[in-house]
């Protein structure tokens, strides 16, 4: 099994820092708005970002699971 990417939606607080950062793995939606992972395999041409989301995300609501 390989690693997901996931969101604890009690700690995210929509701040949109993951979208901006990495916008094909998060988007948003809602009200109020959370973080909605779209891409749980994180994003191959750029597997960077998805890390620097991890590491920006204020509440550090992102991480992986699985493995
Ligand atoms: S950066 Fe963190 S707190 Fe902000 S929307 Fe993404 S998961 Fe939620």
Redesign the pocket.
Known sequence: MSHMVV??LE?????????S?CPKV?A?RGDP???LVKDPDGDPTDPACLEF?MD???????TWQGG
């Open positions: 969101v604890d700690a995210c607080i929509g701040c949109g820092t993951c979208r950062l998060f948003l708005r959370k973080c989301a920006m995300c204020p509440t550090e609501a992102i």
